[in-house]
């Protein structure tokens, strides 16, 4: 089993950029693939990013504003989200699979953290 344990979700300013933290324990060997979802209010689950082997990939409505990147030594991955606008509102979740390559399928993942809750105000 795999635990992910998302941090750095808060109120910030449009414009203004946070980083979120996604920590992972247990079997940790076992996960390639790491990724970012979100959820806004009223609205289906969503590809963010993903990294895999240092590969990464973003969802267009991000791009060129958000950063996926990991650090195997404290097997945590980063989202860095700079130029926050109203519309990113919304919870984030951190994702793992067990398999090599980038995935945007929510279902081809297997270990979900909670969520951390990221609301940026007009």
């Known amino acids: 089993q795999v635990q992910l344990v998302e941090s750095g979700g808060g109120l910030v300013q449009a414009g203004g950029s946070l980083r979120l933290s996604c920590a992972a324990s247990?079997?940790?060997?076992?996960?390639?693939?790491m990724g970012w979802f979100r959820r806004a209010p009223g609205k289906e689950r969503e590809f963010v990013a993903a990294?895999?082997?240092?590969?990464?990939s973003y969802a267009d409505s991000v791009k060129g504003r958000f950063t996926i990147s990991r650090d195997n030594a404290k097997n945590t991955v980063y989202l860095q989200m700079n130029s926050l606008k109203p519309e990113d509102t919304a919870v984030y979740y951190c994702?793992?699979?067990?398999?090599?390559?980038?995935?945007?399928?929510?279902?081809?993942?297997?270990?979900w953290g909670q969520g951390t809750q990221v609301t940026v105000s007009s």
């Open positions: 994702a793992a699979a067990n398999i090599i390559g980038i995935v945007i399928r929510e279902q081809a993942y297997d270990y």
């Open positions: 247990g079997r940790t060997f076992s996960i390639y693939t």
């Open positions: 990294w895999s082997g240092g590969s990464t």
